[in-house]
C-alpha cells in the first residue's frame, strides 16, 4: 500500500471491546486498584519516582493521583481511521513523564493547566464523547493517570460505554504496566521519537533510556493488538498506530527507527511519519532543532521508510 492508503477492510471484526468482559467479571476493577497502589510509590512510568502521590508528594511529572483534565473534543486531525466523519473523541490528560524542550502542548506538559475530575465525572466525559457520536475515545498522555482511568472505566461500562479506547502515548511506557492493560485498550498509538539516548537525554528532559523503552513497548503493544484492522468503513477498531515526528539535523534517529520497525515489530505496521516539527517552547535554546524542518529531509525519511518495506499510513501532516 502506497501513501494514505489504509489497511485492508475487517468486514467481521466486532465492535464489541474486550473490556466488556473483564468488566464483567470484576478483573477491570481489580487491575484498577492494583494500579493506584503504585501511587503509593509510583512506578507507573520509567522515571520511577518512588514519590507517594497518594500522600501530595510530587514526582518528575507533577501530578498527584487525582486526575487532571485539559479538555475533551472531537478531533478531526488525527489519523483518518480514528478520526472517520465524526471525530476521535479526545481526552487532553495534564502533566507529562517525558517533557520535551520543544513540546507543542508546554502549557499541559510542564504547566499542568487543566481541572481536576473523579472517576464518576470522568466516565460521564467518556459517554459524553460516545453520545456525540465519537469513533473512539481517545486518550492522550495518559500513563500517570491510569488508576483513575481504568477506574472510571469500569464506572463507564454499566452507563453504556462501548467505544474502543485508544492510548495515545510518547512511547515512554514500561512494558510490565502495559500488561495491566491487555483486553483494556483496543488502539495503541505511541510515537518513536529517538534511537539515540543521547538525543533522548539532550531533547526530552534526561530521559536517556527513552530508546530503550520505547523499543520494548511498541512490542508490547504489538503483541497484544497486532497490526492496525479497520471495519467495512475504514474505521480502527483494533490494532497498532506508530507515529515518528521527523526532527531537524537527523535528531530523531529516523532511518533506525524505521528499520527496528519494520523488522522488529511488524512490516504491516501503520507508520504516521509527521512533517509538522515546529520549533517551540524552549528549542531555540538548542541550534540543532530551532528550524523547520526541511522538504528534502522529509523527503528522505519517507525513502528509507519504504526502503524497508514500510507501506501503510501517512506520508505526514
Not at 460521564?124 to 453520545?131: A, I, R, S, T
Not at 469513533?135 to 461500562?157: E, K
Not at 508490547?220 to 531537524?248: C, F, N, S, T
Request: hydrophobic share 40%; glycine share 10%.
Amino acid at each position: 500500500m502506497e501513501g494514505n492508503e489504509l489497511p485492508l477492510s475487517c468486514p467481521t471484526l466486532t465492535t464489541r471491546p474486550s473490556y466488556l468482559e473483564l468488566h464483567a467479571r470484576g478483573e477491570l476493577a481489580r487491575r484498577a486498584l492494583q494500579l493506584a497502589g503504585m501511587y503509593r510509590d509510583c512506578r507507573l512510568c520509567p522515571r520511577d519516582c518512588r514519590v507517594d502521590r497518594a500522600r501530595g508528594e510530587l514526582g518528575f511529572c507533577r501530578a498527584s493521583e487525582e486526575v487532571k483534565v485539559s479538555g475533551a473534543f472531537a478531533h478531526f486531525g488525527e489519523e483518518p481511521p480514528l478520526v472517520g466523519w465524526n471525530g476521535s473523541g479526545t481526552i487532553f490528560f495534564s502533566h507529562c513523564g517525558l517533557r520535551c524542550v520543544y513540546c507543542q502542548n508546554h502549557h499541559l506538559s510542564f504547566r499542568g493547566d487543566g481541572e481536576y475530575v473523579t472517576s464518576r465525572g470522568l466516565a460521564e466525559m467518556m459517554m459524553g464523547l460516545q453520545g456525540a457520536g465519537c469513533h473512539n475515545v481517545n486518550l492522550v498522555t495518559p500513563t500517570h493517570y491510569l488508576p483513575g482511568i481504568l477506574a472510571a472505566l469500569d464506572l463507564a461500562v454499566p452507563m453504556g460505554f462501548r467505544l474502543p479506547l485508544v492510548y495515545n502515548t510518547s512511547g515512554y511506557e514500561k512494558p510490565q504496566i502495559l500488561e495491566f492493560l491487555e483486553g483494556i485498550i483496543d488502539i495503541y498509538m505511541p510515537d518513536f521519537k529517538y534511537w539515540d539516548p543521547l538525543e533522548a537525554a539532550r531533547y526530552s528532559s534526561g530521559a536517556y533510556d527513552y530508546p530503550e523503552f520505547a523499543r520494548a513497548a511498541l512490542l508490547e503493544m504489538h503483541r497484544q493488538v497486532e497490526d492496525l484492522e479497520v471495519d467495512g468503513q475504514g474505521i480502527a477498531r483494533r490494532g497498532l498506530i506508530i507515529r515518528h515526528l521527523v526532527l531537524p539535523g537527523g535528531v530523531a534517529g529516523s532511518r533506525e527507527v524505521l528499520r527496528f520497525i519494520a523488522e522488529e515489530v511488524s512490516p504491516g505496521s501503520y507508520v504516521n511519519i509527521m512533517a509538522q516539527y515546529r520549533p517551540e517552547h524552549e528549542a531555540f535554546k538548542h541550534p540543532v532543532i530551532a528550524r523547520r524542518i526541511t522538504a528534502e529531509e522529509f523527503k528522505e525519511v519517507l525513502e528509507w521508510a519504504k526502503g524497508v518495506g514500510i507501506r501503510t499510513g501517512l506520508p505526514g501532516f
